[in-house]
């Protein structure tokens, strides 16, 4: 029922959030939940397969996760959108650095361009 392209696409997103979570809980304070990294791939609901619904033309996928992502349930309408977030979140992990207590030290800011010192962020933010 899947395309070729989107199974890849799945074993990359596979790859890609085990390699995030190693380097994650190898380094961080561990903060997780039992649903951590959960993926689901769905078809959709009866009225998103008409009669002339192709098998693989509608997939949607659920990645749950309070470690990375804007959300604790990340949609997405396709495997290469949810693909092309997991390689942001794995980007961003894997320039992460802790600190013996499992705080982040620097972490690589989204567009790129360098990365934030926690202190700094600290100082910026209302926290």
Not at 52 to 80: M, Q
Not at 95 to 119: H, K, L, M, Q
Request: aromatic residues 12%.
């Amino acid at each position: 029922m899947l395309k070729l392209q989107q199974i890849h696409d799945l074993r990359a997103i596979n790859r890609l959030l085990r390699e995030a979570y190693d380097h994650y809980f190898a380094g961080s304070d561990g903060y997780a939940k039992s649903s951590e990294g959960y993926v689901s791939v769905s078809f959709g609901n009866y009225w998103d397969r008409a009669a002339d619904w192709v098998p693989g033309d509608k997939v949607e996928v659920l990645i749950c996760s309070y470690v990375f992502g804007e959300n604790r349930n990340n949609h997405f309408t396709s495997t290469a959108g949810a693909l092309a977030a997991v390689k942001e979140w794995h980007t961003q992990e894997m320039g992460t650095t802790y600190d013996a207590s499992g705080d982040w030290v620097t972490r690589p800011i989204p567009d790129g361009n360098g990365s934030i010192e926690r202190n700094a962020y600290l100082e910026d933010s209302d926290v």
